[in-house]
């Protein structure tokens, strides 16, 4: 069985973070595990508290998983502080990890602050470098190349511009657009649209997530990155799609909407 490692926060409410993470990979058969970064109690209305752990504990966990289930692939989601993004950086590479997706996290959608400001240039330095695929929204994207968006033409110039200035893949996801959710894919010198019609539910909480672990999924399963991609773009419509109604705020979505039947 392929293996994927999730480093973030918990999510008490289960939509995101971890839990979204250990559901979609469990969805693509894939043994999930996790290394948390943080606890935060949220719920489908917002995030109230967060609780890190300390670097070393978070180097513990690391230490546990890759000297003893390698996982083949790598999901990093929330990483609030400066400190712990050090802590991921030197264990990944001491045990040279491969297939790393990095999702930037800096903004639950309730709007809560997931990421310290003074954290942003150490992601630059420590995590970027080392990620195949970074997985921006929009504002995310914005941040990362330093210039506002607008239009397709804008995603595609940052998202050049965040993959020279990190070596890597970028996903640039449209879900913040006005109309439809098309997300851009930029890699090695070119891009490739990944389009989906903009479903109408509100219950969006932890689309993100959800999708930067599909991608570490089916690239875990030896899948190209673009079929990675692209199987992971029809698994979150999939999941929206399943009009999965809870909570009192932004739902999470149905990750388990084709293990029955299909699986
Ligand atoms: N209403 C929608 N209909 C169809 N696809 C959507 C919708 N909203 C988001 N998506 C898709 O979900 C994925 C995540 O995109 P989004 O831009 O919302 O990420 P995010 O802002 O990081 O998520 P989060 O809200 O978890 O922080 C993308 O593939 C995007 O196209
Ligand atoms: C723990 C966690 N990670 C990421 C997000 C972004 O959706 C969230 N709301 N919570």
Known sequence: MRTALTIAGSDSSGGAGIQADIKTMMAHHV???????????????????????????????????????????????????AELMEVIARN?????????????????TSGAKLMED????????????????????IPEAEVLAEMEIFT???MIAAAQKISEAYGCAVLCKGGHQKND???????NGTFRWFRGRRIENPNTHGTGCTLSSAIASNLAKGFSMEESVENAKNYISGALEAMLDLGKGSGPMDHAFRVEGVY
């Open 31 to 81: 043994f999930g595990m996790s290394a948390i970064t943080a606890l935060t109690a949220q719920n489908t209305t917002g995030v109230i508290d967060i609780m890190e752990v300390t670097p070393k504990f978070l180097e513990e966990e690391l230490q546990c998983i890759f000297t003893d289930i390698y996982p083949d692939a790598v999901k990093i989601g929330m990483v609030s502080s």
């Open 118 to 137: 003074t954290a942003i240039a150490t992601l630059k330095r420590t995590l970027l470098p080392m990620a195949d695929l970074l997985t921006p929204n």
């Open 181 to 187: 959710a098309n997300d851009l894919l930029y890699q």
């Open 152 to 154: 397709e033409e804008d």
């Open 92 to 108: 990944l590479k001491k045990y040279n990890a491969k297939k790393i997706v990095v999702d930037p996290v800096m903004v639950a």
